[in-house]
């Protein structure tokens, strides 16, 4: 079974900055594509920013500029770096890989081609 463990949520003002990381087996960090995602209550999750097994990626143009997407290749670890947060960024977070891209190399932000999904941290901003 496919672990995809998130952590590093937590409430923050407005303006501030936050860190996720995702922590995966290695097998997985090294043969799947991972993304990050977000729902929001009330709303639809959405993507935010994938990778795939080539180091190249793809972020959403709703937080282009403000979100990125990094590596850590010694602790298995996709890191998700959020700046200049506001209360419309509230919601739950959420790292999920891509199994089924043989090739891993795709960068769709199709929600439906994730296979495995973590558990979610939440992020609460205030205003």
């Known amino acids: 079974q496919v672990q995809l463990v998130e952590s590093g949520g937590g409430s923050v003002q407005a303006g501030g900055s936050l860190t996720l990381s995702c922590a995966t087996s290695?097998?997985?960090?090294?043969?799947?594509?991972m993304g990050w995602f977000r729902q929001a209550p009330g709303k639809e999750r959405e993507a935010l920013d994938v990778t795939n097994c080539y180091v190249s990626t793809n972020i959403a143009t709703s937080v282009k500029g403000r979100f990125s997407i990094s590596r850590d290749n010694a602790k298995n670890t996709l890191t998700l770096h959020l700046n200049n947060l506001n209360p419309e960024d509230t919601a739950m977070y959420y790292c999920?890989?891509?199994?089924?891209?043989?090739?891993?190399?795709?960068?769709?932000?199709?929600?439906?081609?994730?296979?495995?999904w973590g558990q979610g941290t939440q992020v609460p901003v205030a205003s």
């Open positions: 290695r097998h997985t960090y090294n043969k799947a594509g």
């Open positions: 999920a890989a891509d199994y089924r891209d043989v090739y891993c190399y795709s960068l769709g932000l199709d929600q439906q081609r994730f296979n495995q």
